[in-house]
């Protein structure tokens, strides 16, 4: 998973990961707005999920000690993060912020 992870987030492209747990109640509220995230964004984000307990290691190596835990990655640096459920407004301002 790490080296295909470092090829989807090395991308022009926003690219927002969603660390989640499938037994996170707040994970499953964020689960609908990011789908209406990219509804509104199209292409110009890809979000993508990591399930925390299948992808420990991933998990450890960005700190993620909560879920959920959203970061936003532009040519393979991080340059947002933010534990727990945003509006979908507010996803979308950060995401255009960071194109």
């Avoid at 990591?50 to 998990?59: F, R, S, T, W, Y």
Wanted: proline share 5%; glycine share 6%.
């Amino acid at each position: 998973m790490k080296s295909s992870f470092k090829n989807i987030i090395d991308s022009d492209t926003p690219v927002l990961v969603d660390f989640f747990a499938d037994w996170c109640g707040p994970c499953k509220m964020l689960a609908p707005i990011l789908k209406q995230v990219k509804d509104e964004l199209g292409d110009d984000v890809k979000i993508v999920k990591i399930d925390v307990d299948k992808n420990q290691p991933l998990a450890g190596t960005y700190n993620v000690r909560g879920v959920p835990t959203m970061i936003l990655f532009k040519n393979g640096k991080q340059v947002w993060r933010q534990s727990g459920v945003l509006q979908k407004n507010d996803i979308v301002q950060i995401v255009k912020s960071n194109s």
